[in-house]
């Protein structure tokens, strides 16, 4: 049986969320806002990095696929974003890298950084996985079941969100710079450069803070416990 690609997307993120949140209530009872808009954001981070690091390991996959999806959006009439998110997988195809490295072969057609192994969008997503899937998973962890002082989680977040709101500024800035928003149509600039490449931002700016009450207060009062 095959389903679209969107659902294991959901799925994915929504079953770490759910168990985080989850083990959050029963160890304290709560599950404060601020704390919940963080799981979310971090479960997409994971899964993010996970892409990050199959787009690394299929780099030439990529490269081969963007033709598939570029015909597909003539054919279809619809963009590579919604073609790739629609399309139907199996249980077992959701389980290999390539499936998720064919992601970036279809935002390859608003973006050619990412065959161009030259360009600072392909290194600076390949270093996010690689660098900060380890420190996504800690504060994941950190958050939900406080097992190390809040100065030091705050420390390490601090340190992530800094990287979040750098990276991503950055991309941003050599997106138009590259002059790359003239090839695509303004609404999808605006959805996928701006939309969701500010959420990395503002959740970046989020943690900051969050992180300098940690490291302030030494406990986790900003989260209600």
């Known amino acids: ?51 990050e690091i199959c787009l690394y390991a299929h780099r030439d996959y990529v490269h081969e696929r963007v033709d598939y999806w570029e015909q597909t959006g003539t054919t279809t009439g619809r963009t590579p974003a919604i073609n790739y998110l629609d399309s139907r997988i199996s249980i077992a195809e959701a389980f290999t890298t390539k499936q998720w490295a064919d992601a970036w072969a279809a935002y390859s057609i608003y973006d050619r950084s990412y065959v161009d192994r030259r360009s600072y969008g392909f290194i600076v997503d390949i270093g996010n996985g690689f660098v900060t899937l380890l420190p996504t998973l800690f504060l994941l962890f950190a958050y939900t079941v406080k097992f190390r002082p809040a ?12 990287q979040w709101i750098h990276a991503t500024a950055m991309y941003i800035a050599s997106f138009f710079i590259a002059q790359r928003q003239k090839l695509i149509p303004k609404l999808q600039t605006n959805i996928l450069i701006w939309g969701i490449n500010t959420a990395w931002i503002l959740f970046g700016l989020l943690g900051g803070y969050v992180s300098v009450r940690l490291i302030i207060e030494n406990n986790y009062t900003v989260f209600g416990t």
């Open 1 to 51: 049986m095959k389903i679209p690609t969107w659902i294991y997307v959901l799925v994915f993120i929504l079953a770490i969320a759910t168990a985080c949140v989850g083990t959050n209530v029963w160890l304290h009872g709560n599950a404060h806002v601020a704390y919940c808009l963080f799981v979310f954001f971090l479960a997409s981070n994971v899964l993010v990095c996970i892409w």
């Open 151 to 162: 100065i030091v989680v705050g420390i390490v977040g601090l340190m992530v969100s800094w």
